[in-house]
Nanobody, 115 residues
Framework: QVQVMESGGGLVQAGGSLRLSCAFS????????MGWYRQAPGKQRELVAT???????VYADSVKGRFTASRDNAKNTVYLQMNSLKPEDTAVYYC?????????WGQGTQVTVSS
């Protein structure tokens, strides 16, 4: 049974930084594509970044150059370093582990950026 759990959200001023973590429990972490998604109030959930076991990364245009996804396959953990945060980055951030048609989602962590 795969589970993922996010941590590291909080309140930060515009221009500040936060690092989110996502702990994966289960087997074969390295074969999962790990994704970060976010959902702002009244909006649909959107992709922020994905990272494969081989460290290939994809970013949403809105976060390129500001956010960095990374993973530690030895610790079964994926990270999202968020710099130069903007009020429009305010959302619940979710971690997902994806393999083929399977997706496992965390409960989310709130990130609030004040202006």
């Amino acid at each position: 049974q795969v589970q993922v759990m996010e941590s590291g959200g909080g309140l930060v001023q515009a221009g500040g930084s936060l690092r989110l973590s996502c702990a994966f429990s289960g087997s074969f972490f390295s074969i999962y594509i790990m994704g970060w998604y976010r959902q702002a109030p009244g909006k649909q959930r959107e992709l922020v970044a994905t990272i494969t076991g081989a460290n290939n990364k994809v970013y949403a245009d809105s976060v390129k150059g500001r956010f960095t996804a990374s993973r530690d396959n030895a610790k079964n953990t994926v990270y999202l370093q968020m710099n130069s945060l903007k009020p429009e980055d305010t959302a619940v951030y979710y971690c997902a582990a994806q393999r083929g048609s399977l997706s496992y989602w965390g409960q989310g962590t709130q990130v609030t950026v004040s202006s």
